[in-house]
């Protein structure tokens, strides 16, 4: 089963997340996240499959994020909006993600991966 592994290689967060699919011997398909942002049918897939928060796929850290004042503004929002917004910029969108057949994960947490994995 190959997963999809959406980073941006200058992440440190997503350096230790690609070492750690390979030390685990995890086939995956990278996809730089500037250069491939993700479309909006996909973060809509992507959210209601993996259960958690929209929240969660907003890179809350992220320059970007703060510069359009968006935790001011995303309780404005709707999902739809939300959904689109997070399509117009990779780097407003969390990661690593990882896309499997079981669900998707944002941001790297080693103990979810492997959860996401068995």
């Known amino acids: 089963m190959e997963c999809l592994f959406v980073e941006y290689p200058k992440c ?6 690609k070492k750690w699919l390979e030390e685990h011997q995890v086939p995956f ?9 993700p479309k909006k049918e996909e ?3 992507w959210h209601e499959r993996s259960g958690l928060d929209i929240k969660r796929f907003f890179n809350t850290s992220g320059m ?5 004042k968006l935790k001011d503004r995303l309780p404005e929002l709707s999902l739809e ?14 990661r ?9 994960a944002t941001g790297f947490k080693p103990e979810e991966w492997e959860k996401l994995l068995k």
């Open 43 to 45: 973060l809509k897939e």
């Open 81 to 94: 909006e939300k959904y689109e917004l997070l399509s117009t910029d990779g780097m407003l969108v969390k």
């Open 64 to 68: 970007l994020y703060k510069e359009q």
């Open 29 to 37: 398909e990278g996809r730089h996240i500037k250069e491939q942002n």
């Open 96 to 104: 690593p993600i990882l896309v499997t057949e079981k669900g998707v």
């Open 12 to 17: 440190t967060t997503c350096q230790k997340a």
